[in-house]
């Protein structure tokens, strides 16, 4: 593999030279984000999965009888959190495949692009986390305190439980985004990027 | 690096430079008013936080790559200037997903809650926000281009040697 020696560990972090068991400090850092990550987007991704409340409103009153509603909330009413699930979900996926390869496959690489492959893929989880966690947050921020401008009625007031776990499912997802982004800083740099980029003297 | 990827770099960063101007300045000028029922029904951007947040990050972001444009690729700041592009590419992304969540019930409403749509009444302001969330979009593909181009060019020498 044609990497330069001017890999120094920029950073601090191991350099991983394909089939290195180096088990250096970097190495169990980088895992122990990624789980972070894994349990955390896992965590919102159920939590809004399950997200489900059903309550019953009285609308009218004929004579002495109230006539009565039952009305459920359930997370797919809203497409902005099937996004947000699935969303999650594939972060969870990926950083759970993360967590296998750097465990059990030092040896697979393709071509010498393994880590190039790597950042990629850590970019699109966190676009795609990013996207999912605006959706449901504006969403969420509507439901709870509405729009009067649109005339859409704030929803939170009668449905507490499902804006309580939508609200325990959204901080779950900050927190992985925000290790996912860590993480994706720290594969960028794992690339050695050099000082500068003339090419010129490559030795 | 080379002229040509200088230069291609350059212009990716010119493309992102419009796309997000443009995209924070239609959403900016947007609005309506209709009336119904002897009601005045105004419509504006800020009636609604998805927007404003919209057209701060689209902001933060032309304003980065204002400044990304001047920044020579042989100093030490290109590294960060990578880093930077990834965060700047998840405020983008997370700022056109939340206006386009909040849009898609503005035009199509949620039955389940009770919301009905506005597109109907107020056209034109819902024609210029489609307009903004799709510069926005562009912007967001534009600097993901801008990440896979960095990476690519980091690691061609290696084949070339």
């Excluded at chain 1, 999650?88 to 993360?98: E, F, P």
């Excluded at chain 1, 449905?159 to 982004?181: E, K, R, Y």
């Excluded at chain 2, 809650?113 to 969330?133: D, E, H, M, R, S």
Aim: glycine fraction near 6%.
């Amino acid at each position: 593999m044609a990497q330069q020696d001017a890999g120094k560990a920029e950073v601090g972090f191991s350099i991983s030279r394909g089939a290195q068991r180096g088990k250096k400090k970097g190495y169990w850092l980088l895992l122990l984000l990624r789980l972070v990550a894994f349990m955390a987007t896992a965590s919102a991704t159920i939590v809004m999965a399950l997200n489900k409340q059903t309550n019953t409103f009285v609308v009218a009153t004929i004579g002495n009888t109230p006539l009565k509603a039952t009305l459920t909330a359930k997370f797919q009413h809203t497409p902005a959190f099937v996004f947000f699930v699935v969303a999650n979900g594939m972060a969870s996926l990926h950083s759970l495949t993360m967590i296998l390869v750097e465990l059990f496959g030092h040896k697979i690489d393709y071509k010498g692009l393994r880590l190039a492959i790597i950042a990629i893929l850590d970019m699109m989880t966190v676009v795609l986390a990013s996207a999912g966690d605006g959706a449901a947050t504006f969403m969420a921020e509507v439901g709870k305190n509405g729009n009067s401008h649109a005339r859409w009625n704030k929803i939170c007031d009668k449905f507490h439980t499902f804006c309580d776990h939508g609200t325990g499912a959204l901080l779950a997802s900050f927190i992985g985004l925000l290790f996912l982004l860590i993480i994706n800083v720290i594969s960028i740099t794992k690339l050695h990027i050099p000082k500068s980029t003339n090419y010129v003297g490559v030795p | 690096m080379t002229k040509t990827r200088r230069i291609f770099s350059l212009l990716l960063r010119l493309l992102a430079l419009g796309a997000t101007l443009s995209a924070t300045i239609v959403m900016v000028t947007s609005h309506d008013s209709a009336e119904v029922l002897n009601l005045t029904f105004k419509a504006k951007y800020s009636n609604e936080s998805a927007f404003k947040y919209f057209v701060i990050a689209e902001a933060v972001a032309s304003g980065y790559s204002v400044i990304a444009l001047f920044v020579s690729s042989k100093t030490l700041l290109w590294r960060l200037l990578v880093i930077l592009d990834a965060v700047i590419t998840m405020l983008l992304t997370s700022s056109v997903s939340a206006a386009l969540a909040v849009a898609h019930v503005g035009k199509k409403g949620n039955s389940h809650a009770g919301w009905l749509p506005i597109c109907g009444q107020v056209p034109k302001f819902c024609n210029q926000v489609t307009g903004a969330l799709i510069a926005g979009l562009i912007a967001a593909i534009i600097y993901f281009l801008l990440f896979i181009y960095s990476v690519h060019t980091v690691l061609t020498p290696l084949f070339t040697v």
